[in-house]
């Protein structure tokens, strides 16, 4: 997985991230917006990309004024409108319109435009109206037959829906075989509000059966299965189920429509069939909560089940009580040597869940005594520990694991022993012998994880004893036994701790062995700061936005050239031959260009994902998909031909870099870093941490937009900026999103005295605890770094402080 994909599963939590989930568990428009029209009902012939490589330029954003060219006016609406600024939008388009004396071409844009800018804004009313006056005056545009999809879209709206399945009816008809099954699927919205659930059940069908990427398709399966049972007729719903399950591969997903099937075949009378569907679920699913609802379906119906099976599922779900009842009478009706090892294991473990400790010992011994030889057995060894401690006996504990390490030292479990008896030294008041035994794991285990991390630790309390010739010993040792990010954070502090006795000769080596070692990394970000003898996110003395990028696409594509052996001749930045028929991508161009960004979005990753590993591919999918404003999947994109040549982003031409580390929403960011008196490539590092620039990014706890502000924050930023009828949905559009974490990255940036590493973590956890971190570090920012207690906080900070390092050899001069 690329580098930049934890941060899109954790934020893209819309639609598309339930799509994406989906496929987890599942292990004719050009650039310049002009389509061909199309009118006959063969399948058009699309072709995808410009004619020019598709650059950033400025736009400008004084407001309109009436004698402003046409043209000016019309680029500026198209801003607004990218930038969120609907109403604004909405008016300038009607300003061109009013003003009767636009070139034809740019009238049309205008009032194409008036209607997609009220759509966003939900004003479906004057969206229709739009839509409908440019399609009246002007049929032969190439824009035509989109402008029917999206007036049904706003007549969808309105709940005017004859109207709108007239307006889905004729798209299709007019450009079949583009996005069939995604306009199948809205008639079928459409007639099942109506009322005609047959043919809203035809058309559902149609949509099934047409092509669109597996994700989304199993995803409509599931919706026309509720549709069928709706309709009371589940036997086409069982066979929606069926065809899911032709196709699924994680068992938590197949459990979850196996289950359905289940009820729905007993729901119709077919109980014996659906019983049997439960045992399947019991028998192949164990450890999912399905199992459990389908064990008590099958306990009630008085069907038989294994006791050792039941045991099971009662402990994956969380039922120990009856985990421990089952498993006790599957004890009890055969010889103990006939008995698994793992129940022992799972009977142990339940009865330390309520609090039984000596029964949870005792359970771990039976397995220790009778299978000697078993692969569980060090794992039984450790929860012998962990009862121990949990049940507050810190020496027992730590007895048991050095019992281990002593004993059972040819057991892959003995390293992680060694590392628990020091850890809990470490943190009961014991530091010397914490450090002995991080040591001794260090020479025993030096390849495995808790080595590494033992060092860390043993290093770390040394320097926190204020041991800086046992501190550097430690970190020199991790330097030379690891890579990457543990590598350069090593080299990191032995410079840290070499400069501070004065051998700046041995500083500098290490501070450049730690800059080379993870480029793209913090510490490595850090140590280049250092050399270059700048504080921690140093502003630039200026910025550079505008680049010559016909000069720098070409130093690009002879990089892509040498890099990866291409031997194709011209321009490299046009979509393959491959790609222009890539019927993903030709559905994904179509439904972006009629406003579909959901559905677009899922399939542009459907067809990035494919291609993942071809780094040519993958730079000309980048190129046109920021070309179309589809950023979040250009960025995607943009990391593969990076991580294919298996270098740092600034290792590469700038113009790829750039890719991955773009500028958008350039005049919304910069305006609100001026006003806000902070660095706009620390704005645009916190965007691109917090959504890839997905304006519509949404995560777990609330938080929405660019920015990512969690409700409460929000409202509170609200309150204060007296912003209108404040909606939470407000910061789906970029520029609300951009302003309110630039107010609260700024309140943060006072409130610690521009220290912008205490604003990040403040920004990210809350002030509280940043300013307790920031007490306990005296200031230090690498010491600031360790005294985060809350892992996601420091890596959320460490990763911000790396991409500013990036934005800043980029755009900073």
């Given at each position: 997985?690329?580098?930049?994909?934890?941060?899109?599963?954790?934020?893209?939590?819309?639609?598309?991230?339930?799509?994406?989930?989906?496929?987890?568990?599942?292990?004719?428009?050009?650039?310049?917006?002009?389509?061909?029209?199309?009118?006959?009902t063969?399948?058009?012939?699309?072709?995808?990309?410009?004619?020019?490589?598709?650059?950033?330029?400025?736009?400008?954003?004084?407001?309109?004024?009436?004698?402003?060219?046409?043209?000016?006016?019309?680029q500026?609406?198209?801003?607004?409108?990218?930038?969120?600024?609907?109403?604004?939008?909405?008016?300038?388009?009607?300003?061109?319109?009013?003003?009767?004396?636009?070139?034809?071409?740019?009238?049309?844009?205008?009032?194409?435009?008036?209607?997609?800018?009220?759509?966003?804004?939900?004003?479906?009313?004057?969206?229709?109206n739009?839509?409908?006056?440019?399609?009246?005056?002007?049929?032969?545009?190439?824009?035509?037959v989109?402008?029917?999809?999206?007036?049904?879209?706003?007549?969808?709206?309105?709940?005017?829906?004859?109207?709108?399945?007239?307006?889905?009816?004729?798209?299709?008809?007019?450009?079949?075989?583009?996005?069939?099954?995604?306009?199948?699927?809205r008639?079928?919205?459409?007639?099942?509000?109506?009322?005609?659930?047959?043919?809203?059940?035809?058309?559902?069908?149609?949509?099934?059966?047409?092509?669109?990427?597996?994700?989304?398709?199993?995803?409509?399966?599931?919706?026309?299965?509720?549709?069928?049972?709706?309709?009371?007729?589940?036997?086409?719903?069982?066979?929606?189920?069926?065809?899911?399950?032709?196709?699924?591969?994680?068992?938590?997903?197949?459990?979850?429509?196996?289950?359905?099937?289940?009820?729905?075949?007993?729901?119709?009378?077919?109980?014996?069939?659906?019983?049997?569907?439960?045992?399947?679920?019991?028998?192949?699913?164990?450890?999912?909560?399905?199992?459990?609802?389908?064990?008590?379906?099958?306990?009630?119906?008085?069907?038989?089940?294994?006791?050792?099976?039941?045991?099971?599922?009662?402990?994956?779900?969380?039922?120990y009580?009856d985990?421990i009842?089952?498993?006790?009478?599957?004890?009890?009706?055969?010889?103990?040597?006939?008995?698994?090892?793992?129940?022992?294991?799972?009977?142990?473990?339940?009865?330390?869940?309520?609090?039984?400790?000596?029964?949870?010992?005792?359970?771990?011994?039976?397995?220790?005594?009778?299978?000697?030889?078993?692969?569980?057995?060090?794992?039984?060894?450790?929860?012998?520990?962990?009862?121990?401690?949990?049940?507050?006996?810190?020496?027992?504990?730590?007895?048991?694991?050095?019992?281990?390490?002593?004993?059972?030292?040819?057991?892959?479990?003995?390293?992680?022993?060694?590392?628990?008896?020091?850890?809990?030294?470490?943190?009961?008041?014991?530091?010397?012998?914490?450090?002995?035994?991080?040591?001794?794991?260090?020479?025993?285990?030096p390849?495995?994880?808790?080595?590494r991390?033992?060092?860390?630790?043993?290093?770390?309390?040394?320097?926190?004893a204020q041991?800086?010739?046992?501190?550097?010993?430690?970190?020199?040792?991790?330097?030379t036994?690891?890579?990457?990010?543990?590598?350069a954070?090593?080299?990191?502090?032995?410079?840290?701790?070499?400069?501070?006795?004065?051998?700046?000769?041995?500083?500098?080596?290490?501070?450049?062995?730690?800059?080379?070692?993870?480029?793209?990394?913090?510490?490595?970000?850090?140590?280049?700061?250092?050399?270059?003898?700048?504080?921690?996110?140093?502003?630039?003395?200026?910025?550079?936005?505008?680049?010559?990028?016909?000069?720098?696409?070409?130093?690009?594509?002879?990089?892509?050239?040498?890099?990866?052996?291409?031997?194709?001749?011209?321009?490299l930045?046009?979509?393959?031959?491959?790609?222009?028929?890539?019927?993903?991508?030709?559905?994904?161009?179509?439904?972006?260009a009629?406003?579909?960004?959901?559905?677009?979005?899922?399939?542009?990753?459907?067809?990035?994902?494919?291609?993942?590993?071809?780094?040519?591919?993958?730079?000309?999918?980048?190129?046109?998909?920021?070309?179309?404003?589809?950023?979040?999947?250009?960025?995607?994109?943009?990391?593969?031909?990076?991580?294919?040549?298996?270098?740092?982003?600034?290792?590469?031409?700038?113009y790829?870099?750039?890719?991955?580390?773009?500028t958008?929403?350039?005049?919304?960011?910069?305006?609100?870093?001026?006003?806000?008196?902070?660095?706009?490539?620390?704005?645009f590092?916190?965007?691109?941490?917090?959504?890839?620039?997905?304006?519509?990014?949404?995560?777990?706890?609330?938080?929405?937009?660019?920015?990512?502000?969690?409700?409460?924050?929000?409202?509170?930023?609200?309150?204060?900026?007296?912003?209108?009828?404040?909606?939470?949905?407000?910061?789906?559009?970029?520029?609300?999103?951009?302003?309110?974490g630039?107010?609260?990255?700024?309140?943060?940036?006072?409130?610690?005295?521009?220290?912008?590493?205490?604003a990040?973590?403040?920004?990210?956890?809350?002030?509280?605890?940043?300013?307790?971190?920031?007490?306990?570090?005296?200031?230090?920012?690498?010491?600031?770094?360790?005294?985060?207690?809350?892992?996601?906080?420091?890596?959320?900070?460490?990763?911000?402080?790396?991409?500013?390092s990036?934005?800043?050899?980029?755009?900073?001069?």
């Amino acid at each position: 997985m690329c580098s930049d994909c934890p941060q899109i599963l954790m934020k893209r939590s819309r639609l598309f991230l339930i799509l994406f989930t989906l496929f987890l568990t599942l292990t004719a428009c050009n650039l310049n917006g002009q389509p061909e029209i199309i009118y006959v009902t063969a399948t058009p012939e699309i072709t995808l990309g410009p004619t020019e490589p598709p650059t950033l330029v400025p736009t400008p954003t004084i407001p309109p004024t009436p004698t402003t060219p046409p043209e000016v006016a019309l680029q500026l609406a198209n801003q607004y409108l990218t930038n969120g600024y609907y109403e604004n939008a909405v008016s300038t388009f009607q300003q061109i319109i009013a003003s009767g004396g636009a070139p034809p071409g740019i009238a049309a844009s205008a009032i194409f435009g008036l209607g997609r800018a009220s759509l966003r804004e939900g004003l479906f009313q004057d969206a229709v109206n739009a839509l409908s006056q440019f399609i009246a005056e002007y049929a032969s545009d190439p824009r035509y037959v989109q402008a029917h999809f999206l007036r049904g879209d706003a007549y969808m709206g309105l709940s005017q829906w004859q109207s709108a399945l007239q307006d889905f009816q004729f798209y299709l008809a007019q450009r079949p075989g583009l996005i069939d099954s995604y306009v199948q699927e809205r008639i079928g919205d459409v007639q099942l509000a109506l009322g005609q659930t047959q043919s809203a059940l035809a058309a559902y069908k149609a949509s099934a059966d047409a092509g669109r990427s597996l994700v989304p398709l199993v995803a409509l399966r599931e919706k026309v299965a509720q549709v069928y049972l709706s309709a009371n007729n589940p036997a086409e719903a069982l066979a929606q189920y069926d065809s899911i399950l032709a196709v699924a591969r994680n068992d938590a997903y197949r459990a979850t429509i196996e289950l359905r099937a289940a009820n729905t075949l007993i729901g119709s009378g077919a109980e014996t069939v659906g019983l049997d569907r439960m045992e399947t679920i019991f028998t192949n699913y164990p450890a999912t909560a399905e199992a459990y609802q389908a064990m008590q379906s099958l306990v009630a119906a008085g069907r038989q089940v294994d006791d050792y099976a039941r045991g099971r599922i009662s402990f994956f779900y969380g039922d120990y009580e009856d985990a421990i009842e089952s498993f006790t009478r599957y004890t009890t009706q055969r010889p103990l040597a006939d008995v698994p090892a793992q129940l022992h294991l799972l009977m142990g473990q339940a009865y330390r869940e309520i609090g039984n400790t000596s029964a949870a010992l005792v359970a771990f011994q039976t397995l220790l005594d009778q299978y000697p030889t078993d692969p569980l057995f060090g794992q039984a060894l450790l929860e012998q520990g962990r009862t121990r401690f949990l049940a507050n006996d810190i020496p027992g504990a730590i007895e048991q694991y050095l019992r281990i390490a002593n004993t059972y030292s040819y057991l892959p479990e003995s390293a992680e022993a060694l590392w628990r008896a020091a850890y809990l030294y470490g943190t009961n008041s014991n530091p010397t012998e914490s450090r002995t035994l991080f040591e001794r794991l260090s020479s025993e285990y030096p390849d495995t994880e808790q080595a590494r991390s033992g060092l860390f630790l043993a290093a770390t309390a040394a320097y926190n004893a204020q041991d800086n010739t046992g501190a550097e010993r430690l970190y020199a040792r991790l330097a030379t036994t690891t890579t990457g990010d543990d590598q350069a954070a090593a080299y990191l502090w032995v410079g840290r701790l070499a400069a501070a006795r004065g051998d700046q000769n041995t500083a500098s080596q290490a501070y450049q062995l730690s800059a080379a070692a993870s480029p793209d990394s913090y510490f490595s970000a850090r140590a280049a700061d250092i050399i270059a003898g700048r504080d921690t996110f140093a502003r630039p003395t200026s910025y550079q936005f505008q680049f010559d990028d016909t000069a720098q696409i070409a130093e690009a594509e002879a990089w892509l050239r040498q890099t990866f052996n291409v031997e194709q001749e011209g321009a490299l930045w046009p979509l393959s031959s491959a790609l222009q028929t890539d019927s993903r991508l030709i559905r994904g161009n179509e439904l972006w260009a009629v406003g579909a960004y959901t559905e677009a979005e899922v399939e542009f990753t459907d067809v990035i994902e494919a291609n993942n590993t071809n780094a040519l591919t993958s730079y000309q999918l980048a190129i046109f998909l920021r070309g179309i404003e589809a950023y979040y999947p250009s960025i995607l994109a943009s990391s593969y031909i990076i991580r294919t040549a298996g270098v740092g982003t600034l290792e590469a031409p700038p113009y790829i870099a750039r890719l991955r580390y773009p500028t958008y929403y350039l005049s919304v960011v910069e305006d609100a870093a001026n006003r806000y008196d902070i660095d706009p490539l620390l704005l645009f590092s916190l965007i691109r941490h917090e959504s890839l620039f997905d304006t519509y990014a949404t995560a777990a706890a609330g938080e929405k937009g660019l920015t990512q502000v969690i409700p409460p924050t929000a409202q509170y930023i609200a309150d204060e900026l007296n912003w209108p009828n404040y909606q939470h949905s407000d910061l789906f559009r970029p520029y609300a999103g951009i302003e309110f974490g630039a107010f609260f990255l700024a309140e943060n940036l006072r409130r610690f005295n521009d220290n912008a590493q205490a604003a990040l973590a403040g920004y990210n956890a809350g002030p509280g605890r940043a300013i307790q971190w920031l007490e306990l570090s005296g200031g230090d920012p690498d010491q600031f770094m360790t005294a985060i207690t809350i892992d996601s906080t420091r890596t959320y900070v460490q990763r911000i402080y790396g991409f500013y390092s990036i934005y800043r050899s980029l755009y900073g001069r």
